[in-house]
């Protein structure tokens, strides 16, 4: 008796093994990319906006380190910029070309991966000239390349 209730509970292993191999992926595929996330939030944009024309993604700053729980906000930087194509469209705006000398627009905030309950907070300030703060923020890269091995001890030292 005790050997047929043991070999009928270890029969039931595999379709164990199985509804569990079936959820694991149903969890996972509940998070969104750092890259998908912040395109939802280049759609809310795109939904709030006063502005005539769509926003593109033009620039997405590196992604934070490696975070697994989709539910821990996660700080986000990108750059949109306006296209040619008007808001009542239905494309996509990854289906649009930039618009020359279109509105560009720097945002910051925080975005969650949940696909289901993704949330984000992002503010969005508009540029003066792409060009001039590109050059400012490479020039400050550089230039923190040749200072920053000397500073940066001496900071930690004085610190």
């Known amino acids: ?32 990319s750092y890259r998908e996330a912040v395109l939802r939030a280049v759609d809310r944009l795109n939904e709030q906006s006063s502005d005539p024309n769509l926003y593109r993604l033009l620039e997405l700053d590196l992604p934070p380190k490696a975070d697994e729980d989709p539910d821990t906000p996660k700080p986000v930087s990108f750059t949109v910029k306006e296209t040619v194509c008007p808001r009542r469209t239905h494309l996509p705006p990854e289906q649009c070309d930039f618009k020359e000398k279109g509105l560009v627009k720097q945002c910051v905030g925080t975005i969650t991966l949940d696909q289901v309950k993704g949330q984000m907070d992002i ?29 940066g001890p001496l900071l930690t030292f004085f610190g």
């Open 1 to 32: 008796m005790e050997t047929q209730r043991a070999s009928l509970s270890l029969g039931r292993w595999p379709l164990w093994l199985l509804l569990l191999g079936l959820a694991v992926p149903w969890a996972s595929a509940q998070a969104l």
């Open 123 to 151: 503010a969005c300030d508009e540029l003066q000239s792409v060009g001039f703060f590109k050059k400012a923020r490479n020039k400050l890269k550089n230039a923190w390349r040749k200072v920053g091995p000397i500073v």
